[in-house]
């Protein structure tokens, strides 16, 4: 008998966990809501370009954002990505014309190719290391007349440190041939110079004696790669916090909703070089810590122009909660003052089923509620958002909902965890009594 009743454990704490179902949502549910302004009609799309503020206070999936009519009835929506498909770019080999070269300089002139489609980037390819120089750039369609286009700099620091730049950038222009120029850069005297100093290693703006400088091929490019056109948002934050770890690196702390694709830093500091590792929090059974993104934040002035990288492209935590680590070596940390989220934008489209309303409210704010499910999403995709046509409507100013409540009964991933945890071990425990009974039972038989 009391075997019997065993097998019943199981299905009975199965049949709570998911009975464990969410009642009706509603606006005091969340912690924060938006009115959007009417009237809105019924059947037509309306488009809301979801705001920093909002997706800060959501989930990282941005389950927890809701839309309720005036008499607090659920109407039907999607949030979308803006994402375009990837553009490619095409290249072309130049050919040099004419080429001169000294010590210190070197000259030619290049031909495009007269089917080329407008240029933005030139791709220098040279064997040489450990050089700084500047480049000038102009563009002519006679060989006669010539228009400056740019005075940029290339560099490479690979002898201490991975840093190479051999590639210039520029607004698209469509020309038949360029000149370029490329000379060693007007360096200040060795002890005028700024110095670097990274794990021990040093280099400097003023460089060693100048060696002949050779370029294999010059490659002009309509982008710098083939990319996606998603189009982004940012917002500065600078609520985070500092601390300095016993190997004196700085540790930045933050959390946000927002779905990150890359984070920058602001910095006052006009010179340095350093390693950077952004950890997040990911969830399984359990919280743990996983690497991000690795990657490099610089600046130092070269010649008359500043060659800074200070972001780094990265993928979102799922709980929302960072770590940006920079290895400091023997340096002073860093002065930062703020941080730069930047995201895809996310699109929400919303569809009034019924009468015409005289306004919305979007709520959101309550990692409890789980993830709704419209049949709006069948037919406003990725790939065709483009074609429907919609309003876009600006949400008014946030209010904080003083009467928030829980939703009842929610069901979280957290819960779930929970649940699963329970009942393995539930299932543990009824196998482990029903092995221990058959053993009694057979050395009683024996």
């Not at 407008?118 to 007349?145: A, G, H, Q, V, Y």
């Not at 009034?352 to 309550?366: H, I, M, Q, R, S």
């Not at 539930?426 to 092995?435: F, K, T």
Request: net charge positive; charged share 20%.
């Amino acid at each position: 008998m009391k075997m019997r009743r065993s097998r019943f454990i199981l299905p009975l704490l199965l049949f709570f966990c998911l009975a464990a179902a969410t009642g009706p949502l509603k606006p005091k549910n969340f912690q924060y809501a938006r009115t959007l302004p009417g009237p809105l009609k019924p059947g037509n799309i309306y488009r809301i370009i979801l705001p920093g503020e909002v997706l800060n206070h959501t989930t990282i999936d941005q389950r927890d954002i809701r839309v309720f009519s005036p008499d607090e009835t659920l109407i039907p929506f999607t949030i979308l990505r803006e994402h375009k498909p990837a553009v490619s770019r095409a290249q072309y080999r130049l050919k040099i014309l004419d080429f001169n070269a000294s010590k210190r300089m070197c000259s030619m002139i290049l031909e495009v190719p007269a089917t080329a489609q407008p240029i933005r980037m030139l791709f220098f390819s040279t064997p040489n290391r450990d050089f700084r120089k500047s480049i000038s750039i102009s563009t002519s369609d006679d060989r006669k007349n010539w228009t400056p286009l740019l005075n940029e700099s290339i560099f490479d620091f690979s002898q201490n440190v991975d840093l190479r730049k051999t590639s210039v950038s520029f607004n698209p222009i469509k020309c038949r041939w360029f000149r370029i120029q490329l000379a060693d850069v007007e360096l200040p005297p060795e002890n005028e110079a700024i110095q670097l100093n990274y794990k021990g290693l040093k280099f400097s703006s003023t460089g060693k004696a100048s060696t002949p400088f050779r370029i294999n091929s010059v490659t002009a490019s309509t982008r710098a790669r083939s990319t996606e056109t998603d189009t982004s948002d940012t917002i500065k934050l600078t609520n985070f916090d500092t601390k300095t770890d016993a190997a004196g690196n700085t540790i930045l702390s933050f959390s946000s909703g927002i779905p990150i694709s890359s984070i920058a830093i602001e910095t006052t500091n006009p010179v340095f070089y350093r390693s950077v590792s952004l950890k997040g929090e990911r969830i399984t059974l359990d919280r743990h810590d996983i690497s991000l993104a690795r990657g490099t934040f610089y600046k130092f002035s070269l010649g008359n122009k500043t060659q800074q990288r200070v972001s780094l492209a990265t993928q979102p935590s799922d709980t929302g909660n960072y770590k940006l680590t920079i290895f400091n070596g023997d340096n002073a940390p860093l002065a930062i003052t703020a941080l730069r989220l930047t995201w895809v934008r996310r699109n929400l489209f919303l569809i009034p089923e019924t009468n015409p309303l005289k306004d919305a409210v979007l709520c959101y704010g309550n990692p409890k509620v789980p993830a709704p499910h419209f049949d709006v999403a069948r037919f406003i995709r990725p790939d065709n958002w483009e074609q429907h046509n919609s309003t876009t409507i600006k949400p008014e100013p946030p209010v904080r909902n003083t009467d928030f409540q829980q939703a009842e009964k929610p069901w979280t991933p957290e819960f779930s965890r929970i649940a699963l945890i329970l009942i393995v071990l539930m299932l543990a425990a009824v196998l482990a009594i029903w092995l221990w009974k058959l053993t009694r039972q057979a050395g009683q038989n024996g």
